[in-house]
């Protein structure tokens, strides 16, 4: 089991950037697809990102072009980089550890609120 925790969200402006940043705890981190999933209020758990033990990624349509998610396997951190941010992204993001590509392992963190509003 890997332990992960998110850290970097808040509020910003439309247009603005954030990083998010999950650090995960556990030697095994590194062998594992770990992926950035997104909750907006009413809505279900979407994926935004994954990415492999050896740093491909793959993105939702919704993000591409505006999202870059990348991992540096020493510290066992997985980043998500946001740019030209719109409302529609606000959400809680999670990260998550274990899964595959397309969809997620059991290992969540507590997420990290982004808020996208002038």
């Known amino acids: 089991q890997v332990q992960l925790v998110e850290s970097g969200g808040g509020l910003v402006q439309p247009g603005g950037s954030l990083r998010l940043s999950c650090a995960a705890s556990?030697?095994?981190?590194?062998?594992?697809?770990a992926g950035w999933y997104r909750q907006a209020p009413g809505k279900q758990r979407e994926l935004v990102a994954t990415?492999?033990?050896?740093?491909?990624?793959s993105y939702a349509d919704s993000v591409k072009g505006r999202f870059t998610i990348s991992r540096d396997n020493a510290k066992k951190t997985v980043y998500l980089q946001m740019n030209s941010l719109k409302p529609e992204d606000t959400a809680v993001y999670y990260c998550?550890?274990?899964?595959?590509?397309w969809g997620p392992g059991g290992d969540w963190g507590q997420g990290t609120q982004v808020t996208v509003s002038s």
């Open positions: 556990g030697s095994i981190f590194s062998f594992y697809v």
């Open positions: 998550n550890a274990g899964g595959t590509t």
């Open positions: 990415v492999t033990p050896g740093g491909s990624a």
